[in-house]
């Protein structure tokens, strides 16, 4: 789908993310302690440098105008998944267990798709983004 210029970035990132949760998903399942070790790391930069950026940028920017629109329950949906994604990503850091690197990889698929097929459709729906 042709996306407006507004959301083009973000979907772009998301892009980015999907690649990062597959990632992350095969090194879990891997088993390898040297793999995981070495995708937690790549894990920390792209959730501080990518991810994080990304999340803050829909909730003070785009979350609130949806919100505004009628969009509560979408918004609702996506904050629930940023707010797990965050809450998983210190329990990796302490742990580095891969059960849940496997399960934050396969939430952030989850997360980038649900954006990508409803969220963003209803954004630019309703708030008439070109």
């Known amino acids: 789908m042709k996306r407006s210029e ?3 970035p973000l979907s772009r990132e998301h892009h980015s993310a999907l ?3 597959t990632a992350f998903i095969r090194a879990a399942e891997s088993g390898d302690k ?8 790549k894990l920390n930069r792209a959730f ?4 994080e950026p990304h999340f803050n940028l829909e909730e003070k920017d785009l ?3 949806m919100e505004l629109a009628g969009a509560a329950e979408l ?7 940023h707010a797990a994604l965050r809450e998983m ?3 990796i850091n302490t742990e580095k267990p891969p059960a849940e690197l496997a399960a934050f990889g396969a939430l952030l698929i ?4 649900f954006e990508e097929r409803e969220l963003f459709n209803v954004a630019e729906k309703i708030l008439h983004l070109e």
């Open 6 to 8: 507004f959301l083009k």
């Open 19 to 21: 690649s990062l949760g």
């Open 34 to 41: 040297e793999s995981i070790a070495a995708v937690c790391e």
């Open 48 to 51: 501080r440098n990518e991810l």
């Open 63 to 65: 979350f609130p105008r």
């Open 75 to 81: 918004v609702k949906r996506a904050l629930k998944d």
């Open 89 to 91: 990503i210190t329990t």
């Open 110 to 113: 989850a997360h980038v798709r």
